[in-house]
Every structure is written in structure tokens, then in C-alpha cells.
């Protein structure tokens, strides 16, 4: 058995891919409590497939998309005079993020 995406399998292909630098609204805080949000930039992509079933299992199109999106968040130092036990904490990290879907069409 073959397999020929370049016939009439393929409906529709789509890729996407962004970006953007996102600023804390948080100000410099130096009081019982901080909140801690550092600026961060953020990418992303992912794409989308349709395409008609190659081995006539269902009744209509297949649909598979995915898409990731990573923030990766600057190094913040934050200063807290009024706390002892923690005078200075510093934060920085990424958050990944990842999702797929697949639909069919069964009647």
C-alpha cells in the first residue's frame, strides 16, 4: 500500500509562528509582600492539516493540528528590606506549552 500525499489526500496545510516581548505592568516593590512577574518573551508555532481519508475508514475529512508556545521570562531581582528571611529572591524560568488535536468525521 502507498501513500501519496501529493495527490488529492491533502486538502489544506497551514503553518503559524509568532512572537512577541511582553512588559511586567508590576512596578519595583519594596514592602510586606512582592509580587514577582518579570518581563518575558514569548514564541510560538503550529500547524494545521486537513485531509481526505487515505485508507476510506470514515465518512469524511481528518483534521490534525498542533501548536507549542514558550515564555521565557527575563531574571528579576526583587528587594525587600522589610523581610529578614528573604532580603532578596531572584526569578527567571520558561513555561512550555504543547496541544494537539485530532478529528474525524464518523458518519
Request: charged content about 20%; glycine content about 8%.
Amino acid at each position: 500500500m502507498t501513500f501519496d500525499v501529493g495527490s488529492d489526500v491533502l486538502k489544506a496545510f497551514a503553518v503559524r509562528a509568532g512572537g512577541y516581548r511582553e512588559n511586567s505592568p508590576v512596578p519595583d516593590q519594596n514592602g510586606q509582600s512582592n509580587y514577582i512577574d518579570p518581563n518575558k518573551w514569548v514564541a510560538s508555532a503550529g500547524f494545521d492539516l486537513d485531509m481526505r481519508d487515505p485508507f476510506d475508514v470514515f465518512m469524511g475529512p481528518v483534521h490534525l493540528g498542533a501548536a507549542w508556545q514558550t515564555h521565557f521570562m527575563d531574571r528579576v531581582t526583587l528587594h525587600n528590606r522589610q523581610d529578614p528571611d528573604y532580603p532578596e529572591i531572584e526569578a527567571w524560568g520558561e513555561i512550555h506549552g504543547f496541544t494537539a488535536t485530532l478529528s474525524i468525521c464518523t458518519q
